[in-house]
């Protein structure tokens, strides 16, 4: 451990940028941890994201935090794509980082690089022109492991699963944008008080505050989100710009585009 954080450390020495690069930080977390994040692209437009280290309770080491980062610049670039739908392997969805890392320093290079990688990778996941769906589900998402299920758009956890922003209890505050989107979801005081109790909070609590939108089994998650990608996927995406963007300059964008001449030809009768 020790001869890997000098290591760690050496290789930030080494430049005279006053914030090293992502590139640099990826390459230098890929050596350190176990687990993987397996992605899958389905020819049906929807993904699957596996966070892969039940070992340690899906913790994210070093490496997950980086092929994280890999992993959604591939969705970035998949012109197919609907639906991403995140769980964890085994019993839950994840515990956070991984604490063998976090424990091998208390220098902040390295809180400052965790939180720079993971704040990028989560914050272009949540902008990604497809709808994501985390599925919560065993011991839940916690700490680290709460942040990345709020950075996607919906969330489904199972009977018995928690979400906890326990970061207060590691003498903390999230640090991978799970705040903002903590008071996105639930508000400003509910937010806080959250965060301040640090109280795991129960699936059936969690979709009467707004952190979750139902409780269901990981069938019940899948056919959830395949029912939110009926549309093309260029239609989806527009949705989704439309809902952080100018809703009339999206609008002008497919107005009279292929997507609108089908449906018109169609003559859709909105009964439902």
Known sequence: MGSYISYFFGQFNKTDKKENSIDQIKDIFKQYGGGSIDLTLGNDGIGILVI?????????????????????????????????????????????????????????????????ILTDALNRLKALPIVSLAYVHGFGAIGGGSEIAMAADLRIMSPGSRIG????????????????RLIEAVGREQ??????????????????????????????????????????????GAIKSALVGDEGKVF??????????????AKIKHKD
């Not at 002008?252 to 030809?265: I, M, R, T, W």
């Open 165 to 180: 922003f326990v970061h207060g209890k590691m003498g903390l505050t999230p640090a991978w944008g799970g705040a903002g």
């Open 252 to 265: 002008v964008s497919l107005f009279g585009g292929v997507e609108n001449q089908k449906a018109l030809a």
């Open 52 to 116: 892969n280290n039940p070992e340690k309770r899906n913790a994210m080491s070093g490496k997950m935090m980086a092929q994280l980062c890999d992993a959604v610049t591939v969705l970035e670039k998949w012109k197919d794509g609907r639906g991403l739908l995140i769980h964890g392997a085994g019993l839950g969805f994840c515990s956070g980082g991984d604490l063998d890392f976090i424990r091998s320093s208390t220098n902040q290079t390295l809180g400052s690089n965790m939180s720079l």
């Open 191 to 236: 937010a806080l008080e959250l965060l301040l109790s640090g109280r795991l909070v129960s699936s059936e609590d969690a979709r009467d505050i707004g952190l979750a939108q139902k409780c269901g089994d990981l069938n019940c998650a899948e056919s959830y989100l395949r029912s939110l990608c009926v549309f093309a996927p260029q239609i989806i």
